[in-house]
């Protein structure tokens, strides 16, 4: 049996959603004066939505294949555009020549990084060229635009088009970077942003303890790899205002992005968001809408941008790679006195969103474990690699993989079973975060104890 | 050139040059949208169509290849009122989250059901294994069509 969206969501269904306290029979007057209102059901609170089968409401223009994506979308005179990508991963741009590329027929317009108005952006620092002008900075970076009559003319174009450099120094291993002598990629330093977090007294906590572990743990960087690669059409109206369709997430950072880039009133810039084949993270910022706004008034035409798959994989944003360095102190029954981190994101090119990861990182990087005595160093470095930015998690699952390996090895070292390890440790009520949070509906030792249920652990391992 | 493919059971022709794919040619010039460009080199399977039948990468043939054979795309099957019974399972089991690649994965459903009937689970994933879902409904997708499957076992054993 269906049972509609509507019918799930009725208004008989909706009053049967209770706040806790009136479920719990707590008078009104108690509730309001008494005690903080709670604004998170309890854990295993059953909601109306849980256990009923809904029909999607976008389900059926998935499935006759009439839900219309950038990419199905076309204006009247449309043209298309594509992107010459630097061939190396760290250069100085000497000289551009596209006269023979715009020479050929069926191209109307070119554009380079030297006609944006203002040419960068970037969520936290605005160190990222729309089109690089100065230096190329890793493989992905675009160069030059072409906006021709059809896409296969405007890729036919790119090979038209010279492009003069002066390689200089690489770097590509994070750690390098952070050494005074290494090639800097912006500025004076490679390393662009740092979180702390210090809590009781970890240096004599370690003193203290029966054991202390060390291990080094490190992660790849990972493409979110959505299925329906990036794709913006730019089109401006009679009354001169900017008209964007894109596959962007974040429409409304990007439109404050775009007009930066453009120095134009944000309010003369509409985006719509359309549906999105797949975004994971990795279409929460602008890529190409500058450069296609720019064509699309050069050229007076709508002009559309999709992203080849390899445009996908060396210029969209990854997954940041982290290399995590832990130092535990335990006592020989398994309980935690004192942990140090220390984490080197390799945040690629440019900055993007690695801030925001590097945070999350580090605030997570200790584990749901009760540890009096911490210290966490983060470190966010400039490599010439693509560049790393949100993806599901924000660095959560970088660290969630070092410190679980750290525990695993800290519980083979004192022969102690794994699980009991975590039981001994992790987060009760009220516990405080990292940060000093105080946590409620903390459930990590119920989780524990039904996974290890189901799966029968115990028996497995006794 | 002038290519004349049949396409859901209609003669539809088009002029080209001579290097467009079939993909190109349902989307551009025949406005059949419903195959997808994913990654244009035959891997993700998001512009499948049937061809004569045969699932095929729309991107990877040439439409001069499929002139004269007949074409079958997402948009040949059931439409917004009234779904083919296998779309009507994949709505059910509510398989696609973003959808894209939801008109690829249906039409390779369909060229597996269309020749194995009742197909074990193992078989499905073989048919599928050419079509990606990076939303990760791999597991609704199959238990889409092995019920759809099963149903078409039990009718055929009731006639």
């Given at each position: 049996m269906v049972i509609k969206v509507e019918d799930a969501l009725r208004a008989d269904r909706l009053t049967e959603l209770k706040h806790p306290d009136e479920a719990a029979g707590v008078p009104a007057v108690a509730r309001k004066e008494g005690r903080a209102p709670q604004i998170v059901p309890d854990a295993n609170q059953q909601t109306p939505a849980v256990g009923q089968r809904v029909t999607r409401p976008d389900s059926r223009p998935h499935i006759t294949g009439q839900t219309r994506y950038i990419d199905d979308l076309s204006f009247p005179n449309m043209l298309h555009m594509k992107i010459l990508r630097s061939e190396h991963a760290h250069a100085r741009i000497r000289a551009i020549d596209v006269s023979e590329a715009e020479k050929m027929p069926g191209v109307v317009a070119t554009l380079t990084g030297r006609e944006i108005p203002v040419n960068s952006f970037g969520p936290s620092y605005q160190d990222q060229p729309v089109l690089a002008d100065e230096k190329v900075r890793h493989m992905g970076d675009g160069v030059v635009a072409v906006a021709a009559e059809t896409e296969q003319l405007a890729q036919d174009a790119l090979a038209r088009i010279k492009v003069e450099y002066e390689p200089l120094p690489l770097v590509l291993d994070p750690l390098e970077a952070m050494n005074d002598d290494a090639p800097k990629i912006h500025g004076d330093s490679n390393i662009y942003a740092t979180k702390a977090i210090r809590k009781g007294d970890v240096e004599?906590?370690?003193?203290?303890?029966?054991?202390?572990?060390?291990?080094?743990?490190?992660?790849?960087?990972?493409?979110?790899?959505?299925?329906?690669?990036?794709?913006?059409?730019?089109?401006?109206?009679?009354?001169?205002?900017?008209?964007?369709?894109?596959?962007?997430?974040?429409i409304t950072l990007g439109r404050a992005d775009v007009a930066r880039t453009l120095d134009m009133p944000v309010n003369r810039i509409q985006i719509v968001g359309t549906i999105v084949g797949g975004n994971f993270g990795g279409k929460n910022e602008i890529t190409t809408e500058p450069v296609l706004a720019l064509l699309a008034r050069k050229t007076g035409r709508p002009v559309k941008g999709v992203f080849t798959r390899q445009d996908e994989f060396v210029s969209s944003t990854t997954r940041h790679p982290f290399i995590m360095d832990y130092r535990t102190?335990?006592?020989?029954?398994?309980?935690?006195?004192?942990?140090?981190?220390?984490?080197?994101?390799?945040?690629?090119?440019?900055?993007?969103?690695?801030?925001?990861?590097?945070?999350?990182?580090?605030?997570?990087?200790?584990?749901?474990?009760?540890?009096?005595?911490l210290e966490v160093k983060a470190y966010a470095v400039y490599t010439n690699k693509t560049t790393c930015g949100a993806m599901r998690g924000f660095g959560a699952p970088q660290v969630c993989f070092g410190y679980e390996s750290h525990m695993d090895d800290i519980a083979r070292e004192l022969g102690i079973d794994p699980l009991e390890i975590r039981l001994r440790?992790?987060?009760?009520?009220?516990?405080?975060?990292?940060?000093?949070?105080?946590?409620?509906?903390?459930?990590?030792?119920?989780?524990?104890?039904?996974?290890?249920?189901?799966?029968?652990?115990?028996?497995?391992?006794? | 050139m002038e290519i004349t493919i049949r396409v859901n059971g209609q003669e539809r022709t088009a002029s080209v040059p001579p290097e467009t794919t079939l993909l190109t040619m349902l989307r551009a010039n025949l406005g059949l949208t419903g195959a997808k460009l994913g990654c244009d080199v035959g891997d993700c399977g998001a512009c499948s169509v049937l061809v004569d039948g045969e699932p095929v990468n729309a991107c990877l043939m040439l439409a001069a290849q499929a002139a004269g054979r007949d074409v079958l795309t997402i948009e040949g099957l059931g439409d917004f009122q009234e779904l083919s019974p296998l779309q009507e399972m994949f709505e059910l089991f509510s398989s696609f989250q973003c959808g894209f690649c939801a008109p690829g994965m249906i039409i390779s459903a369909k060229a597996l059901l269309d020749k194995t009937p009742n197909p074990t689970a193992a078989e499905v994933r073989e048919a599928l294994s050419g079509n990606l879902c990076r939303c990760t409904g791999y597991t609704k997708i199959i238990d889409a069509v092995m019920e759809m499957a099963s149903r078409g076992a039990a009718e055929s054993e009731r006639a």
């Amino acid at each position: 049996m269906v049972i509609k969206v509507e019918d799930a969501l009725r208004a008989d269904r909706l009053t049967e959603l209770k706040h806790p306290d009136e479920a719990a029979g707590v008078p009104a007057v108690a509730r309001k004066e008494g005690r903080a209102p709670q604004i998170v059901p309890d854990a295993n609170q059953q909601t109306p939505a849980v256990g009923q089968r809904v029909t999607r409401p976008d389900s059926r223009p998935h499935i006759t294949g009439q839900t219309r994506y950038i990419d199905d979308l076309s204006f009247p005179n449309m043209l298309h555009m594509k992107i010459l990508r630097s061939e190396h991963a760290h250069a100085r741009i000497r000289a551009i020549d596209v006269s023979e590329a715009e020479k050929m027929p069926g191209v109307v317009a070119t554009l380079t990084g030297r006609e944006i108005p203002v040419n960068s952006f970037g969520p936290s620092y605005q160190d990222q060229p729309v089109l690089a002008d100065e230096k190329v900075r890793h493989m992905g970076d675009g160069v030059v635009a072409v906006a021709a009559e059809t896409e296969q003319l405007a890729q036919d174009a790119l090979a038209r088009i010279k492009v003069e450099y002066e390689p200089l120094p690489l770097v590509l291993d994070p750690l390098e970077a952070m050494n005074d002598d290494a090639p800097k990629i912006h500025g004076d330093s490679n390393i662009y942003a740092t979180k702390a977090i210090r809590k009781g007294d970890v240096e004599s906590a370690l003193a203290e303890a029966d054991l202390v572990m060390e291990g080094r743990f490190s992660t790849q960087m990972v493409e979110h790899v959505p299925m329906e690669p990036h794709a913006t059409i730019a089109m401006w109206e009679p009354d001169g205002r900017l008209k964007i369709l894109s596959s962007l997430g974040r429409i409304t950072l990007g439109r404050a992005d775009v007009a930066r880039t453009l120095d134009m009133p944000v309010n003369r810039i509409q985006i719509v968001g359309t549906i999105v084949g797949g975004n994971f993270g990795g279409k929460n910022e602008i890529t190409t809408e500058p450069v296609l706004a720019l064509l699309a008034r050069k050229t007076g035409r709508p002009v559309k941008g999709v992203f080849t798959r390899q445009d996908e994989f060396v210029s969209s944003t990854t997954r940041h790679p982290f290399i995590m360095d832990y130092r535990t102190g335990v006592r020989k029954d398994g309980r935690i006195l004192a942990r140090k981190v220390r984490i080197v994101a390799d945040g690629g090119a440019y900055c993007s969103w690695s801030e925001t990861t590097l945070g999350k990182g580090a605030i997570l990087s200790v584990g749901p474990y009760r540890i009096d005595h911490l210290e966490v160093k983060a470190y966010a470095v400039y490599t010439n690699k693509t560049t790393c930015g949100a993806m599901r998690g924000f660095g959560a699952p970088q660290v969630c993989f070092g410190y679980e390996s750290h525990m695993d090895d800290i519980a083979r070292e004192l022969g102690i079973d794994p699980l009991e390890i975590r039981l001994r440790n992790a987060f009760d009520e009220g516990s405080s975060s990292p940060t000093g949070q105080v946590l409620h509906s903390v459930a990590v030792k119920e989780s524990l104890e039904t996974v290890a249920h189901r799966v029968g652990w115990r028996e497995q391992t006794s | 050139m002038e290519i004349t493919i049949r396409v859901n059971g209609q003669e539809r022709t088009a002029s080209v040059p001579p290097e467009t794919t079939l993909l190109t040619m349902l989307r551009a010039n025949l406005g059949l949208t419903g195959a997808k460009l994913g990654c244009d080199v035959g891997d993700c399977g998001a512009c499948s169509v049937l061809v004569d039948g045969e699932p095929v990468n729309a991107c990877l043939m040439l439409a001069a290849q499929a002139a004269g054979r007949d074409v079958l795309t997402i948009e040949g099957l059931g439409d917004f009122q009234e779904l083919s019974p296998l779309q009507e399972m994949f709505e059910l089991f509510s398989s696609f989250q973003c959808g894209f690649c939801a008109p690829g994965m249906i039409i390779s459903a369909k060229a597996l059901l269309d020749k194995t009937p009742n197909p074990t689970a193992a078989e499905v994933r073989e048919a599928l294994s050419g079509n990606l879902c990076r939303c990760t409904g791999y597991t609704k997708i199959i238990d889409a069509v092995m019920e759809m499957a099963s149903r078409g076992a039990a009718e055929s054993e009731r006639a």
